[in-house]
């Protein structure tokens, strides 16, 4: 871009590349609608005014203009698509910059797994802001695939593209002092630094911020969120795919705070992503639960933008980029158009831009070593025959979170058996990096499985296969099936296979087209719902039961984790 001709065109003496006339400017800066014609000149805009001279003119006789949506928080991996096809769920939908912290990929394949997406971001009409993973693995209660340390954040860090440090969800680590952990957040003083702390409070918290921690995405409730708040915390609201807190922090949002708080998915499907959208599904939903249109679109533009100091978006002003929305129905949300550095890349919701031929990467990363049904059997403390107390991972409908609870189970020859008629069923979490023949047992409790298995190789965040079902030879049948397909979802009944979605990048993501995922994810999600009575989402929600970092009780391949003690009872 040649400054001297854009500060012409600003001027008025020079024709823009492009002018979007008549358009009712959504003003991110004051709150304000202006009527206005936009003048756009190398990607940038040049001047807001009344403009004339152009090469291109779109008049909007009157429609609304806004700047392009940032997702603040969100895992690429989690709508299990790969790059290309992402941008191609999201771009439409008005995001045009998503700040991703790799760690799911990274967990699988380390630095590997984020030059893979790093090289694919380049190409797409969607900035890609990284954040640096910083815990790979997230604990030392789970076997990761791969490590990164103290001198991989540096070199992550160095990159023009990484903005910060990535959640730091090791809060137990950052609490307790531990010196890895301290490391990784003093190598990233000065720069943005992500939080993940849920239910920590008082003394804890101010503990864990005055590490230099910036923001949290976990608050579940009024209470935790306010007080994140008044602690200095940025509040990411969350709405994702099985992670919905939207509802409980939206009444948060007031004169007084609404600057220091934004919108974020953290992880949604890509059935979510073609069907409701992105972060518009979530200003969608906060503007139809009261909150003034204009407001949520700040909190889904200038305040990450200000937040991640991306300092040239976020806003339709002198200078910044020409990256826009056009809107037909503000309080609906209707997109039209999209722009990106100045050029249309979506209208009507499809997507105008192609990519090259798109094939799979980082293959060949799932490793079990052989199974049998007896491997899989759940022993009892003490005792052939009988009822044993057990710990039990308690769902909790909509939330990320889950309770510790202990129920009587039966026991038959020495083996504690799952509950169908209470809804108790058999949860497993097979090591499949190293092969090492590690395997979780446990049970878990508001899955509302009646028969079959489901198994996947989706587990946050270290990414092992886990499987829920109601008895053990479904779910070792599902487990050999994500064996031998190198990833992905599986649905089982009666030891036969009903359907599969097939994710040989790191076993995270497909290569096919985003229809074509799309399609075989909800063929999946039906399967699963002729199995009983699930609730919304039943992949998320399995795969959140390994993550160790997310009170109460999780499960991974070394057993039960108490999250609240921080250490393993089983």
Same mark, same amino acid.
């Given at each position: 871009?040649?400054?001297?001709?854009?500060?012409?065109?600003?001027?008025?003496?020079?024709?823009?590349?492009?002018?979007?006339?008549?358009?009712?400017?959504?003003?991110?800066?004051?709150?304000?609608?202006?009527?206005?014609?936009?003048?756009?000149?190398?990607?940038?805009?040049?001047?807001?005014?009344?403009?004339?001279?152009?090469?291109?003119?779109?008049?909007?006789?009157?429609?609304?203009?806004?700047?392009?949506?940032?997702?603040?928080?969100?895992?690429?991996?989690?709508?299990?698509?790969?790059?290309?096809?992402?941008?191609?769920?999201?771009?439409?939908?008005?995001?045009?910059?998503?700040?991703?912290?790799?760690?799911?990929?990274?967990?699988?394949?380390?630095?590997?797994?984020?030059?893979?997406?790093?090289?694919?971001?380049?190409?797409?009409?969607?900035?890609?802001?990284?954040?640096?993973?910083?815990?790979?693995?997230?604990?030392?209660?789970?076997?990761?695939?791969?490590?990164?340390?103290?001198?991989?954040?540096?070199?992550?860090?160095?990159?023009?593209?990484?903005?910060?440090?990535?959640?730091?969800?090791?809060?137990?680590?950052?609490?307790?002092?531990?010196?890895?952990?301290?490391?990784?957040?003093?190598?990233?003083?000065?720069?943005?630094?992500?939080?993940?702390?849920?239910?920590?409070?008082?003394?804890?918290?101010?503990?864990?911020?005055?590490?230099?921690?910036?923001?949290?995405?976990?608050?579940?409730?009024?209470?935790?969120?306010?007080?994140?708040?008044?602690?200095?915390?940025?509040?990411?609201?969350?709405?994702?795919?099985?992670?919905?807190?939207?509802?409980?922090?939206?009444?948060?949002?007031?004169?007084?705070?609404?600057?220091?708080?934004?919108? /974020? @998915? &953290?992880?949604?499907?890509?059935? =979510?992503?073609? *069907?409701?959208?992105?972060?518009?599904? +979530? !200003?969608? %939903?906060?503007?139809?639960?009261?909150?003034?249109?204009?407001?949520?679109?700040?909190?889904?533009?200038?305040?990450?933008?200000?937040?991640?100091?991306?300092?040239?978006?976020?806003?339709?002003?002198?200078?910044?980029?020409?990256?826009?929305?056009?809107?037909?129905?503000?309080?609906?949300?209707?997109?039209?158009?999209?722009?990106?550095?100045?050029?249309?890349?979506?209208?009507?919701?499809?997507?105008?831009?192609?990519?090259?031929?798109?094939?799979?990467?980082?293959?060949?990363?799932?490793?079990?070593?052989?199974?049998?049904?007896?491997?899989?059997?759940?022993?009892?403390?003490?005792?052939?025959?009988?009822?044993?107390?057990?710990?039990?991972?308690?769902?909790?409908?909509?939330?990320?979170?889950?309770?510790?609870?202990?129920?009587?189970?039966? /026991? @038959? &020859?020495?083996?504690?058996?799952? =509950?169908?008629? *209470?809804?108790?069923?058999?949860?497993? +979490? !097979?090591? %499949?990096?190293?092969?090492?023949?590690?395997?979780?047992?446990?049970?878990?409790?508001?899955?509302?499985?009646?028969?079959?298995?489901?198994?996947?190789?989706?587990?946050?965040?270290?990414?092992?296969?886990?499987?829920?079902?109601?008895?053990?030879?479904?779910?070792?049948?599902?487990?050999?099936?994500?064996?031998?397909?190198?990833?992905?979802?599986?649905?089982?009944?009666?030891?036969?296979?009903?359907?599969?979605?097939?994710?040989?990048?790191?076993?995270?993501?497909?290569?096919?087209?985003?229809?074509?995922?799309?399609?075989?994810?909800?063929?999946?999600?039906?399967?699963?719902?002729?199995?009983?009575?699930?609730?919304?989402?039943?992949?998320?929600?399995?795969?959140?039961?390994?993550?160790?970092?997310?009170?109460?009780?999780?499960?991974?391949?070394?057993?039960?984790?108490?999250?609240?003690?921080?250490?393993?009872?089983?």
């Amino acid at each position: 871009m040649n400054l001297r001709e854009l500060i012409s065109v600003a001027r008025g003496e020079t024709a823009a590349d492009f002018l979007i006339r008549n358009a009712r400017i959504i003003n991110t800066f004051t709150g304000e609608i202006e009527q206005a014609d936009v003048a756009i000149y190398g990607g940038r805009i040049a001047g807001i005014g009344d403009y004339g001279k152009a090469k291109e003119i779109i008049d909007l006789q009157g429609g609304f203009l806004a700047p392009g949506l940032i997702n603040g928080h969100t895992h690429v991996e989690s709508s299990m698509l790969h790059p290309a096809r992402y941008a191609q769920a999201v771009v439409p939908r008005g995001t045009l910059a998503a700040v991703t912290d790799l760690h799911e990929i990274a967990n699988v394949c380390g630095l590997e797994g984020v030059r893979f997406v790093m090289k694919w971001a380049h190409r797409l009409p969607l900035d890609v802001i990284f954040m640096a993973p910083s815990c790979v693995p997230a604990t030392h209660l789970e076997t990761s695939g791969a490590q990164i340390g103290l001198e991989e954040i540096r070199k992550l860090l160095a990159h023009h593209n990484v903005t910060g440090l990535g959640e730091m969800m090791n809060f137990a680590g950052v609490v307790r002092g531990d010196q890895a952990v301290l490391k990784k957040i003093s190598a990233s003083k000065r720069r943005v630094i992500d939080g993940h702390a849920p239910g920590l409070t008082g003394k804890e918290l101010n503990a864990y911020l005055s590490a230099g921690i910036m923001s949290d995405h976990e608050s579940t409730t009024l209470e935790e969120g306010r007080e994140k708040l008044r602690r200095g915390m940025h509040l990411m609201i969350r709405e994702g795919s099985s992670e919905r807190n939207l509802d409980a922090l939206l009444p948060l949002v007031t004169d007084n705070t609404y600057k220091r708080c934004f919108f /974020v @998915v &953290d992880d949604r499907s890509c059935s =979510d992503l073609l *069907r409701e959208g992105d972060i518009d599904a +979530v !200003v969608r %939903r906060a503007i139809s639960r009261g909150l003034e249109p204009v407001r949520a679109l700040q909190m889904a533009t200038i305040n990450p933008a200000e937040y991640f100091r991306l300092y040239d978006r976020g806003a339709i002003a002198p200078g910044y980029r020409a990256d826009l929305i056009t809107i037909t129905d503000l309080p609906e949300l209707e997109i039209d158009m999209v722009f990106y550095q100045g050029k249309m890349v979506a209208r009507q919701g499809k997507a105008l831009f192609s990519l090259p031929r798109v094939t799979a990467e980082l293959t060949d990363t799932v490793r079990i070593r052989p199974l049998t049904v007896e491997s899989l059997s759940l022993r009892a403390k003490r005792g052939e025959l009988g009822e044993e107390n057990y710990p039990v991972i308690q769902i909790i409908p909509e939330q990320i979170i889950t309770r510790k609870t202990m129920e009587k189970m039966r /026991v @038959v &020859d020495g083996v504690v058996m799952p =509950d169908v008629e *209470r809804d108790i069923l058999k949860l497993v +979490v !097979v090591e %499949r990096h190293k092969a090492s023949g590690n395997i979780g047992l446990g049970l878990v409790k508001g899955f509302g499985l009646k028969r079959g298995a489901l198994a996947s190789s989706v587990a946050h965040d270290s990414h092992n296969i886990i499987a829920v079902g109601t008895n053990d030879r479904d779910i070792l049948k599902a487990i050999e099936e994500i064996n031998s397909s190198q990833g992905g979802l599986v649905v089982c009944a009666n030891q036969e296979i009903l359907a599969s979605l097939g994710l040989p990048i790191a076993g995270l993501l497909s290569p096919e087209l985003l229809d074509v995922v799309v399609s075989q994810h909800e063929q999946v999600e039906k399967a699963t719902a002729s199995l009983g009575s699930l609730p919304p989402a039943p992949f998320a929600i399995l795969s959140f039961l390994a993550l160790p970092v997310i009170p109460e009780l999780r499960l991974t391949d070394l057993g039960l984790v108490d999250v609240v003690e921080f250490k393993l009872i089983r």
